[in-house]
Structures are given as C-alpha cells and as structure tokens.
C-alpha cells in the first residue's frame, strides 16, 4: 500500500479541522506518510493534534510549499488564497482538492461529489461544490437517470456554519442579546433571505452557486432552475426543500426505492410516525438524508422532498476526504 504525503491549506479553521476529523475515520489515516499543515501567519507553529500526533502549523507561503514533496492537497480557504495558491501545489506535483468557489465553474476543472460524477476526476485540480449544491446532488443525480429532469426550485434554510466561526459566533452572542459582528442584521431569532453577495439580477452569489454547479455536475447546462438561499438560526446542517420536474410521471413510492438504493442516502420519511430529517439527526454525519416525499398535488411530474445534511461535513471536508479515497482506489 503506497503511502502518501497530504497537505491540508487552512487547517486551523473549520472546514480544516474537520478535514482532520473525517482523516481520523478514514482509511486514509493508514495511508499517510507526512501531514503537512497550513495557515495563515497568526497560526505558524500552533499545535494540532491528528492520530496521537502533534503537528505544527506552519505559514502558507511558496518557499514552504516547495520544500517539501506533496502528493495531495486539501484546501479550505479564500477563493483568493486558493487562485495564488493552488497551482503552485500543482507544478510541484500535487493534486489539488479545493473547497473554495475558485475552480468550480472553470472549463476543465472537475466539479465533484464522489457518488454522482467521479469518473470526471482526471485533473490536477478538483473542486468540491458548494455545501447546499453538494447534499442535494444525491436524490437529484437517482432521479435524472430514472426520470429525467425538466425543472428545479431549491429553498435552502443554510446554518450558520456555513460562515464559519463567524457565523458561529453571532448566533451565540446574539442568543446573550449581543449586537451582530458579521451579519448584517441579527440571526438569532431571524431568517436573513441573503447569503453572499447580491447581484444585478436580484439573486445572491450563493443561488447562482447553486444554480451553475448543479448545470455542470448533472452535465444539463440548460437545465431550468431557481434557487432561494437563507440563512437561518441554526448552528449546523443545511436543510433544503427541492421541487423537481420530471419528464415522466412518478410515484411517491417508486422515488422511495430509488432513494432507498442510493450511495450514501439515507431516507427517513414516516409521516405517521413524525420521521424526516431533521438537523439533528444529521449532525456529524456523513450522508445526506431525504424526506417528506410528496407528489405535487396538481402535476403528476413533479416531486417535492426535503434533504438535510452536515454542511461542514458531506457539505465540504467529507466530500473532499470521499475524493481522496477514490484516487486512491484508482492507483
């Protein structure tokens, strides 16, 4: 079993920690021959701990890359720091898994989410898609190859770990009657409709995220579809209503054993026993969940079902962690 070298860009935030923690349950872990940490400069020589290990953190710059013989990267960071930085890793030999809005929509930049599109992985740099886009890939990818897909509406309720420690922080010190520090407006106890920059066209730069990267992963770039993305008072997990058009008619039960059969879904919907995804439930988890699976009631083509997943998990770090283990399997 070849071993291997892993550099992970932006290990002291979030997504990098947890990059860490989804490292620790993997396979991978027996794999790894040298753990390269990355940040900025306030974190140079933090001690973080991986497999009764301490590793220190050592600044991102080119001389700290290049001295060194990395085999794959992880990147959580700006989409800035991942233009600069991610193909410096890739002339020194590396494979670049970026979990940044860089490379997404880049033509030749593979666009991933292990279960759906993996054959489309032979790059020096992959790029992990949005944390909403991703969850929601599962049931869709089932129902375009059973159904085809004419149409999608998604309504996100997004956590605030999707801002990161930020976020994090001014739901908790909203919830002490603190003023916000990174919203615009309070999160605690409200839904802010605005998630990302707002553009011309009145849609967000999250929505066209959403909407762009489900074209490209689906391989459908003429694909119809609307998104309204909120972030909501809660601290992890995205939760999404999804209302799909299909091309034939479908049954609420037939989508059922489809989903019952998909990699990494889990379907939890018991109307009469109050079963369906909930954040709780999916919190630390690695799957995507699906529920409340409805046919709508005046068009027998279109199907409405609510998804839920750990955004900072299957919503970044497991997907990139899932990718690695797929090369891996390759060589």
């Known amino acids: 079993m070849n071993k291997i070298n892993l550099a992970i860009v932006g290990a002291t935030g979030l997504v990098g920690q947890t990059f860490l923690k989804v490292l620790g349950e993997s396979e991978i872990k027996a794999r790894i021959k040298n753990l390269y940490l990355y940040a900025s400069e306030k974190s140079d020589g933090k001690e973080v701990e991986f497999d009764g290990k301490t590793f220190l953190v050592e600044t991102l710059t080119e001389k700290n890359i290049k001295n060194k013989l990395i085999d794959y990267a992880f990147f959580s960071v700006d989409e800035n720091i991942s233009r600069t930085f991610a ?21 030749g930049v593979p666009l991933i989410v292990p279960e759906v599109n993996f054959q489309n992985t032979n790059r020096p740099i992959i790029a992990n898609p949005n944390c909403s886009t ?19 509406i998604f309504s996100t309720y997004q956590a605030v770990s999707g801002s990161g420690v930020k976020g994090i922080q001014d739901l908790r010190e909203g919830a002490m009657g603190m003023p916000p520090k990174f919203y615009p407006y309070p999160i605690y106890n409200n839904c ?3 998630i990302g920059s707002f553009k011309d066209n009145g849609y967000t730069s999250e929505e066209l995220k959403m909407i762009n990267e489900t074209r490209k992963i689906l391989d459908q770039p003429s694909l119809k579809i609307s998104a309204t993305c909120v972030r909501v008072p809660v601290e992890n997990s995205h939760s999404i209503s999804v209302s799909v058009k299909l091309k034939k008619n479908v049954s609420v039960e037939k989508v059922k054993q ?7 879904l889990i379907l939890l919907d018991d109307i009469n026993h109050n079963i369906y995804p909930i954040n709780q439930i999916t919190n630390g988890k690695n799957f995507v969940y699906v529920g409340r699976l409805r046919r709508d009631l005046f068009d027998k083509k279109t199907i409405h079902f609510w998804c839920v997943a750990d955004n900072i998990r299957k919503g970044a770090s497991t997907n990139g962690v899932q990718i690695l283990e797929k090369l891996l399997k390759k060589q």
């Open 87 to 107: 193909p410096i890793f890739t002339k020194c030999g590396a494979v670049v898994i970026d979990n940044s809005s860089a490379f997404r929509m880049t033509e």
């Open 258 to 264: 489809i989903f019952k059969r998909g990699e990494n």
């Open 192 to 194: 802010l409709p605005h």
């Open 134 to 152: 991703i969850q929601c890939m599962l049931p869709l990818k089932l129902l375009q190859k059973n159904f085809g897909l004419k149409s999608i």
